[in-house]
Structures are given as structure tokens and as C-alpha cells.
């Protein structure tokens, strides 16, 4: 199951607004894949395209062997006939419609090949596995945010999509009701093995769910790959300020000793132990990027060890993980409600690196 897009979609400039253009090549496999940018990005001009509710200028787009869109050779897929889930910002469930009028509805446009009583048994599957049972009476108006989530999931799914589509699911739910949706999202993700195209804003949504990861901006893939790898791997500083989780450093290799896999670099007047840089020369100036929740504070009368910078503090702010830092050179750290009562009247403090998380991106 796989998804192979080429997408190149002009929009030109109106009263308000300068022309945009899309351009893209989206590779998924089965299993959740983040589309993560900025509103105005192109995220949900992607899905538009894939579904079929937008033709691209050029490109083609393969999705599991079966041809949607080829330019050249004229060929365009309307939605119906694409198979693909697509949920929508605002759920789109018909507000004159019970819950299983819904899903009967979705499940009618495609009539199966083995019958009407199939078709029943599985809206019924899947109201229970939605935990709609007891609400397919009801119409929307009568349902929470994450019941209408679940019942617009339930009823995408009722068709046996192709590739799943979803334009920020998560959008507008409390905490609670969110963890809940995702809880669900997994379960299908796993159940299905088909492609899932998430797009979102959330970065947290993100870690939650994704396992590969497209970071888009202006119409363009900045860095795509595995949720993991793109996370500890920015590939431009550019992109690690984009995602606003990480210190960046301004750093310059001082030793590097592939026998040992070692190196020493200089951020500001400190020095720092890191692994080995392949394709580096000493000399070499560039940025630590290292993720803010690896820096450790450390107390100031400890012992002096590698890898430890003393920076001024320069103000602090309450956070939902405790207490987040700002110290000189805008770099920031977080702290644990106790940490911070241990620290409180301290002008400078003594910060760690882990070695393991040091990653040096050049100029």
C-alpha cells in the first residue's frame, strides 16, 4: 500500500492575495504521514489533489497501483471513483441525519459486491468499534466534538477507502477528547494498513501520531523521512527554527577523531565532547542544534565536567512541563516545578548537553 504524488498546482494572484504555487513529490506508505507547516503552506491543497477536489496543473498520482491523475495523459479520477476517506475540518456529517443515516448514506454511493447485508453488518462493526452504538440515533447537533470526530471517522471508513485523508482531525478538541481521537486514529492506523495523510499544525500531534513526517513550506517539502529521523535530524537550521523545539548554537570543530568517534567543538567560550562528524574539517563553523528539552540543569557548586555551559538568566516563564528558562544568547531550557524552587534567586545557572544529542549543522 503506498502513495507516489507529483503535484504541481499554480494558483494565481487575486485581490488580496499574491500567486502560490505547489509543488511536490509526496511518497507515503501504510501508516500515519504528518504533513506538518505553516497555515498557508499548501497542506490542505495536497489532500484537495489527492482526493480529486482539485486538478493539478502537472504531475501524476499514483495511489496503491491504481492511476488518480496523470497530466500527460489526460487522466483524472472524479472523487467517487478515487476510494479515498476524506475528513474535514468541520467533520461535513449531514445535520439532518441520524448517525447511522450517515454512515448508510456513505455506504450507499458504493454499492458492494457482496450485498446489502454486508453492507449492514459492517455500519453495525463499526459503530461499536467506534463506540457509537448507543448514539447512532442522534444527529449531530446531539454529539460532543469527539463523538462527531468518531462518527466521521466511522463513517469514512465504511467504504473500505484506498488512502485515508485528513485535514487537522484534532482541530478544536480538549485534551481529553483529543488523546481519545487519537487512541482511535492508532487503532484504525493499525487495523487498515493503508496510507494516511494527516495534515497539521500541531507539532505534538505529530510526535503522537506520525510515522513519517513531510515539513512543508511555501508550497514546498523542506525534509521528509521517518518521524524520528527528521525530528533529530533538521536539515537546515532553517528548519530547526521552523519547528521551535531546539537550541541552536553557533559552534566551531576543534578536533575530530574518527578512531575514537570523537569531536570537540567550541560554543562560545565552552567546549563540548560530541561524536564524530562525518564529511567535517577542523575549522569548520556551523550551529549545535540540540533539542530543548535535552538541556540539563545541573547545580552550580557541582563538580566542573565536559560539556556543561554557565549561562546568565535572564528571565523565566510558566509552562504545562514546568518552568521554561531564558538565559543569554537566547537559548532556553526547562525545568521541573521542584528544579526551579531549587534554582529560584540564582542569576546563572549550570546547563548540560548530553553528548548523545549534540548534531552540528554547517553553514
Known sequence: MSVDARLIKRLPAVADATSFELNVHLRAEAGITAIFGPSGAGKTLILNCLGGFARPDEGRILVNDHLFFDAAAHVHLPPRERRCGYIFQDHALFPHMTIRENLRFAAASRAPANGRLNRRRRINDLLEAFELTDLAARKPMQLSGGQKQRA???????????????????????????????????????????????????????????????????????????????????????????????????????????????????????????????????????????????????????????????????????????????????????????????????????????RSVIYFVGK
Open 152 to 354: 466521521a471517522l466511522a463513517r469514512t471508513l465504511v467504504n473500505e477507502p484506498r488512502l485515508l485523508l485528513l485535514d487537522e482531525p484534532a482541530r478544536g478538541l480538549d485534551p481529553r477528547l483529543r488523546e481519545g481521537f487519537y487512541d482511535v486514529l492508532r487503532r484504525t492506523r493499525d487495523q487498515l494498513l493503508i496510507p494516511i495523510l494527516l495534515v497539521t499544525h500541531d507539532l505534538e500531534e505529530c510526535f503522537e501520531l506520525a510515522d513519517s513526517i513531510c515539513l512543508i513550506e511555501n508550497g514546498r517539502f523542506t525534509q521528509t523521512g521517518p518521524r524520528d529521523v527528521v525530528f533529530k535530524r533538521p536539515a537546515s537550521t532553517d528548519i530547526a527554527r521552523a519547528l521551535g523545539i531546539y537550541n541552536i548554537l553557533p559552534a566551531e570543530i576543534e578536533a575530530l577523531d574518527p578512531g575514537r568517534d570523537t569531536s570537540r567543538l567550541t560554543v562560545f567560550e565552552f567546549k563540548l565532547d560530541g561524536p564524530y562528524l562525518p564529511g567535517r574539517l577542523i575549522g569548520d563553523h556551523g550551529y549545535l542544534c540540540v533539542p530543548i528539552s535535552e538541556f540539563r540543569i545541573v547545580p552550580n557548586d557541582s563538580q566542573p565536567a565536559a560539556n556543561r555551559l554557565s549561562l546568565r538568566l535572564t528571565g523565566q516563564t510558566p509552562s504545562s512541563r514546568g518552568v521554561r528558562l531564558q538565559f543569554e544568547h537566547g537559548v532556553a531550557a526547562t525545568a521541573s516545578e521542584s528544579e526551579y524552587r531549587a534554582i529560584q534567586g540564582s542569576d546563572r545557572l549550570t546547563l548540560e548537553i548530553p
